[in-house]
């Protein structure tokens, strides 16, 4: 888990930051389980699209793929609620 | 998911609002998929157990088992990450 933070603030979060449309980003970690749930927001939908078309994306996963355990899954979904503090 | 989605912002959403340290709320939807994912922010990890074990959490279910084609699975997470907007 510490290297695959390593890497992914140093390297993934960064230049993450950067892309067209990034509304927000949020990297949720069980050290019990190991798993990791990394949240991305995008301002629409073709912003998250681009981010795939692009290889963006796969990008980043390479990044990290040898710190994980299994292969990433990736789901989209529509935010239909969103109340941050 | 149109009937989830009325109990829910009726409902559910009203109550956990007043929930003592809630932080926030996101909730994911995919319509193709018919997938939800209803993510809750805490302030601390004391207030996230409360809403357990007081029952309250469980009770939130109750509301929506009904839509439900499955056990709703539920998973606590680290935020390690939380960048929005």
Redo the contacts between chains.
């Keep these: 888990m510490d290297e695959f933070?390593k890497v992914?603030?140093e390297q993934v979060?960064p230049l993450s930051?950067q892309q067209q449309g990034r509304?927000?980003?949020?990297?949720?970690?069980?050290?019990d389980?190991g798993?990791v749930?990394s949240?991305t927001?995008w301002g629409t939908k073709e912003d998250m699209e681009s981010s795939e078309s692009s290889g963006f994306y796969s990008n980043q996963i390479a990044k990290v793929a040898s710190f994980l355990a299994a292969d990433p899954v990736t789901?989209?979904?529509?935010?239909?609620?969103?109340?941050?503090?």
């Design positions: 933070l992914y603030n979060a930051q509304a927000g980003t949020v990297l949720l970690t069980n050290r389980t798993k749930l949240v927001f789901e989209r979904y529509d935010v239909t609620v969103q109340r941050i503090g």
